[in-house]
């Protein structure tokens, strides 16, 4: 996790998300926990930053208690099911009190807050045979309003509470609220901000699951259709939320635990974060490495080439070869290269220098680059590609269907800095000509 503290990292992500809006979504029962006044101590520190931050708010935990206060029964709680006139009156008083609570919040950091009747509600109406009666949908955004507040600094609170034409209210799912709002305005980030720590897909790694740290939307929606019942209660419905909002423009979305203190802070200001990432299929790209990364590059291998993983490069030598070098970004940052040299007088090439993050392993990255560049040597017309190893050599086997070769695979040129080296590497190598 990213410590606040590391100024250097923050001010990495600041100039991507100055005059930016980020839109927080807020479960109710995030508002009654402990770390809520850090929570919005970091909003405090987004402003002070330039971000614009629209802050949306749940009220199910609210209208629970309410509702055991008061000895009434609900119809539902989340703003998805039926919405009878008694919940809607619950749900009323609590949204009320999370908006207002959410206000002195915002006031006691010195940030100025206000709720507007920002959201144009219609009833959901009668759904396979029964009507959803005072749950709503949202109908309209009033932009205006919002970007006319964020504006002037003042970050708006939006509560999940619609209005019609004719003045009558209807409950909404805040969720949706969030996805609505984001949509609309642009958002650079949509931010869910819950009591657990973000999707979690069933596992033998915790007795809660396996973290889901990152997706791109299309494995997002694989997960809804393969796996949607194997997962935890409302963490499903914040999934489905999540890929409605890609869908809809929004680039990144964020599921985290919102107890974590400093939490928002590490999700938003470091590449790993805390929670899980559903992220436009351009988030992560492979692309060719220019002269400007070459400091990255050199920095980026450095742990490898200590461990005797890679042979050492200078500076001098990546830039000389640096039209041979890609690398794998996430949210514009390198987090992992490769190389592919040409041997056309042999009719070959190496792949050389496959490296990964540490903090990004096991997430198949290298495997991508590995098939990125036999794609590469495929389209340049080579027959086969080689690599050397000396401690990886298992998953280039395993993974990239690589068999062992012998010396004499290497082109002349190669075969003579391989004995110079005596680095006694195993050499690999893969027919192109072949299928797969």
Not at 118 to 143: K, M, N, S
Not at 215 to 229: C, P, V, Y
Not at 248 to 262: A, K, W
Not at 351 to 362: G, I, P, Q, S, T
């Given at each position: 996790?990213?410590?606040?503290?590391?100024?250097?990292?923050?001010?990495?992500?600041?100039?991507?998300?100055?005059?930016?809006?980020?839109?927080?979504?807020?479960?109710?029962?995030?508002?009654?926990?402990?770390?809520?006044?850090?929570?919005?101590?970091?909003?405090?520190?987004?402003?002070?930053?330039?971000?614009?931050?629209?802050?949306?708010?749940?009220?199910?935990?609210?209208?629970?208690?309410?509702?055991?206060?008061?000895?009434?029964?609900?119809?539902?709680?989340?703003?998805?099911?039926?919405?009878?006139?008694?919940?809607?009156?619950?749900?009323?008083?609590?949204?009320?009190?999370?908006?207002?609570?959410?206000?002195?919040?915002?006031?006691?950091?010195?940030?100025?807050?206000?709720?507007?009747?920002?959201?144009?509600?219609?009833?959901?109406?009668?759904?396979?045979?029964?009507?959803?009666?005072?749950?709503?949908?949202?109908?309209?955004?009033?932009?205006?309003?919002?970007?006319?507040?964020?504006?002037?600094?003042?970050?708006?609170?939006?509560?999940?509470?619609?209005?019609?034409?004719?003045?009558?209210?209807?409950?909404?799912?805040?969720?949706?609220?969030?996805?609505?709002?984001?949509?609309?305005?642009?958002?650079?980030?949509?931010?869910?901000?819950?009591?657990?720590?973000?999707?979690?897909?069933?596992?033998?790694?915790?007795?809660?699951?396996?973290?889901?740290?990152?997706?791109?939307i299309d494995e997002a929606e694989a997960i809804l259709r393969q796996r949607r019942a194997d997962l935890p209660t409302g963490q499903a419905s914040k999934l489905e939320q999540a890929v409605r909002a890609v869908k809809g423009g929004v680039p990144r979305v964020h599921?985290?635990?919102?107890?974590?203190?400093?939490?928002?802070?590490a999700e938003v200001f470091s590449n790993q974060g805390i929670g899980t990432l559903i992220h436009s299929n351009e988030y992560q790209a492979i692309r060719w490495a220019t002269r400007k990364d070459v400091r990255a590059l050199f920095t980026l291998i450095q742990?490898?080439?200590?461990?005797?993983?890679?042979?050492?490069?200078?500076?001098?030598?990546?830039?000389?070869?640096?039209?041979?070098?890609?690398?794998?970004?996430?949210?514009?940052?390198?987090?992992?290269?490769?190389?592919?040299?040409?041997?056309?007088?042999?009719?070959?090439?190496?792949?050389?220098?496959?490296?990964?993050?540490?903090?990004?392993?096991?997430?198949?990255?290298?495997?991508?680059?590995?098939?990125?560049?036999?794609?590469?040597?495929?389209?340049?017309?080579?027959?086969?590609?080689?690599?050397?190893?000396?401690?990886?050599?298992?998953?280039?086997?395993?993974?990239?269907?690589?068999?062992?070769?012998?010396?004499?695979?290497?082109?002349?040129?190669?075969?003579?800095?391989?004995?110079?080296?005596?680095?006694?590497?195993?050499?690999?190598?893969?027919?192109?000509?072949?299928?797969?």
């Amino acid at each position: 996790m990213l410590n606040p503290t590391d100024l250097r990292e923050i001010l990495r992500y600041v100039p991507q998300f100055r005059e930016k809006t980020f839109v927080i979504a807020l479960d109710g029962a995030v508002v009654e926990d402990g770390n809520f006044r850090n929570l919005l101590l970091d909003v405090a520190l987004l402003r002070s930053l330039n971000v614009d931050v629209v802050l949306v708010h749940g009220a199910a935990h609210q209208i629970a208690r309410l509702a055991e206060q008061t000895h009434q029964k609900t119809s539902d709680l989340e703003g998805t099911g039926v919405t009878d006139a008694t919940t809607l009156q619950l749900a009323l008083t609590a949204a009320t009190r999370v908006t207002h609570e959410l206000l002195e919040g915002l006031h006691m950091h010195d940030l100025r807050g206000v709720y507007g009747n920002a959201l144009t509600a219609h009833p959901a109406g009668i759904l396979f045979g029964v009507d959803y009666q005072w749950t709503g949908r949202v109908e309209r955004v009033d932009v205006d309003l919002l970007r006319g507040l964020v504006q002037r600094g003042v970050v708006p609170v939006v509560p999940p509470i619609g209005c019609d034409g004719e003045g009558r209210s209807y409950r909404l799912n805040s969720d949706s609220v969030a996805v609505e709002v984001a949509r609309v305005l642009g958002a650079v980030k949509l931010i869910f901000v819950g009591t657990y720590p973000g999707i979690q897909l069933p596992g033998h790694e915790a007795a809660e699951g396996k973290l889901l740290r990152q997706a791109s939307i299309d494995e997002a929606e694989a997960i809804l259709r393969q796996r949607r019942a194997d997962l935890p209660t409302g963490q499903a419905s914040k999934l489905e939320q999540a890929v409605r909002a890609v869908k809809g423009g929004v680039p990144r979305v964020h599921v985290i635990d919102g107890r974590v203190e400093m939490g928002l802070l590490a999700e938003v200001f470091s590449n790993q974060g805390i929670g899980t990432l559903i992220h436009s299929n351009e988030y992560q790209a492979i692309r060719w490495a220019t002269r400007k990364d070459v400091r990255a590059l050199f920095t980026l291998i450095q742990e490898s080439v200590q461990n005797d993983e890679l042979v050492r490069r200078t500076r001098a030598e990546i830039e000389r070869q640096i039209d041979d070098y890609f690398v794998f970004e996430v949210d514009r940052n390198i987090v992992a290269c490769a190389a592919l040299h040409p041997y056309t007088e042999s009719n070959k090439a190496e792949v050389a220098c496959v490296c990964v993050d540490r903090r990004f392993e096991n997430r198949g990255i290298g495997a991508k680059l590995v098939r990125y560049a036999e794609d590469q040597a495929r389209e340049r017309g080579l027959a086969q590609l080689f690599l050397l190893s000396t401690q990886a050599f298992n998953f280039f086997q395993q993974k990239g269907g690589y068999v062992r070769g012998t010396p004499d695979d290497l082109p002349p040129s190669r075969r003579e800095r391989y004995d110079r080296s005596g680095r006694q590497s195993l050499v690999l190598v893969k027919d192109l000509r072949l299928p797969g």
